[in-house]
């Protein structure tokens, strides 16, 4: 069936260091991936989105490239900062309108 | 940009009671969904509808209604809440982009 894996529950980071967080899915249909970050008490909100293999996204100061040969759409940023401490989440769309969530990650950035 | 609002946003609710989630969005969208938010557990799909009149079971439906007045209103009915239900609920509305609600959290004692 259609899933999203992300590997990492928890990533604490120093200011000013590079991040990347894992997604890989798994569907029979041609997928829509997207990233949605969720900061505390908050409700989840669209960072990144993407259908078009091997095409970097970008936004925010985050991007993602989707890939189709290792089913992959991980996150990165070159430079995190204390804002970006939330909840991220990835997210599968097959081709219908359901989305599929990944479990998250939590990432923490410290002075 | 989608406007879609959740009611009440916090709830204590008795085991075996009844308790009622309220969503509306002012955007026109035909879809509208309805997840809970557990650690570990990410977003799960409970139920969802394509339209006024239209209800479709998500991932976990189990103890769970949903109710689709018109296009712009979308319930979550829990006819026997249990303490298993105890969660952060959020209404979504849109197709490939879904913008969420606030959240309602629910206590189920």
């Known amino acids: 069936g259609d899933s999203v894996t992300q590997t990492e529950g928890l990533v604490t980071l120093t200011k000013g260091l590079p991040v990347m967080l894992n997604c890989t899915y798994q569907?029979?249909?041609?997928?829509?991936l997207f990233w949605y970050v969720q900061h505390l008490n908050e409700a989840p909100k669209l960072l990144l989105k993407s259908s078009t293999d091997n095409k970097r996204t970008e936004h925010q100061g985050f991007y993602a490239t989707l890939h189709k040969s290792s089913s992959s759409f991980h996150l990165q940023k070159s430079s995190v900062q204390l804002s970006d401490s939330a909840l991220y989440f990835c997210a599968l769309r097959p081709n219908y309108n359901v989305l599929y969530f990944g479990s998250g990650t939590k990432l923490t950035v410290e002075p | 940009e989608a406007a879609v609002t959740q009611s009440p946003r916090n709830k204590v609710a008795v085991t075996g009671g009844k308790v009622t989630l309220s969503c509306n969005q002012t955007n026109n969208h035909n879809n509208m969904y309805w997840y809970r938010q557990d650690t570990g557990h990410g977003l799960r799909l409970i139920h969802y509808s394509y339209g006024a009149g239209s209800t479709e079971k998500g991932d976990i439906p189990d103890g769970y209604k949903a109710s689709r007045p018109s296009q712009e209103n979308f319930s979550l009915i829990l006819e026997l809440a249990t303490p298993s239900q105890t969660s952060v609920y959020f209404c979504?509305?849109?197709?490939?982009?879904?913008?969420f609600g606030p959240g309602t959290r629910l206590t189920v004692l």
């Open positions: 979504a509305s849109g197709a490939g982009e879904q913008f």
């Open positions: 569907t029979t249909y041609s997928p829509f």
